[in-house]
């Protein structure tokens, strides 16, 4: 079964309105989740890397105020968009690191159309 | 130049046919993970490498960290194996990723 959990699948809002995604990690604690945009036809990119009690680290070039992350406990962390415009729709997906293993838990990804 | 390049970009087969798809980096690694996206956007881990080679099932990787070459094959292929394979890489001491615009498989029955 899924080792992260990664909600909505799907979501379709209109210009202005805040969206929020849920990755919730099952029967194990995420010190650390990894949000990710991806356009289609293109790679993975990083927006941020959220720590457990501390503020998240975006990556350059992402808005910190438009990209809201919370990893308020070590089995849930949030990425809220915030007044969403048609530019910000995109698949976005989390993954978190598990240990000091280098494995990797994906969410499966919320495609998010902003009209 | 990306830091991570794949090739082919797009590749069709028919099922039964052994596939190879090749990932090159220009940064020094720490590890480096092959991934298969599917086409509802879910993204497992298939391999995390960091020397020599790995094999599950019909999947091998490889890894030559002197050419910072990695390849994955895939044996006997089937049309379940149609997907995105993406190559990403660790690079320095944080948990940070780069990746590959990955592999689009195609194999037909």
């Known amino acids: 079964g899924a080792v992260v959990s990664q909600h909505p699948s799907r979501v379709i809002c209109k210009s202005g309105t805040s969206v929020k995604i849920e990755c919730r990690s099952l029967d194990f604690q995420a010190t650390t989740m990894f949000w990710y945009r991806q356009f289609p036809k293109q790679s993975l990119m990083l927006m941020a890397t959220s720590n457990e009690g501390s503020k998240a680290t975006y990556e350059q070039g992402v808005e910190k105020d438009k990209f809201l992350i919370n990893h308020a406990s070590l089995t849930l962390s949030t990425l809220t968009v915030t007044s969403a415009h048609p530019e910000d729709s995109s698949f976005y997906i989390c993954?978190?690191?598990?240990?000091?293993?280098?494995?990797?838990?994906f969410g499966s990804g919320t495609q998010l159309s902003v009209l | 130049k990306n830091e991570v390049e794949q090739s082919p970009q797009n590749l069709t087969a028919q099922e039964g046919e052994f596939i190879t798809i090749n990932c090159s980096y220009s940064?020094?690694?720490?590890?480096l993970h092959w991934l298969q996206q599917h086409p509802g956007g879910g993204i497992v881990s298939l391999f995390m490498l960091s020397s020599g080679k790995k094999k599950h099932g019909r999947l091998i990787a490889t890894i030559n960290i002197q050419e910072k070459h990695s390849s994955l094959h895939i044996t006997a292929s089937h049309p379940r194996d149609s997907a995105v394979y993406i190559c990403?890489?660790?690079?320095?001491?944080?948990?940070?990723?780069?990746f590959g615009t990955g592999t689009r498989l195609k194999v037909l029955a």
């Open positions: 940064v020094g690694i720490s590890a």
């Open positions: 993954s978190a690191k598990i240990g000091p293993d280098e494995k990797l838990f």
């Open positions: 990403a890489v660790r690079s320095g001491g944080t948990y940070k990723y780069i």
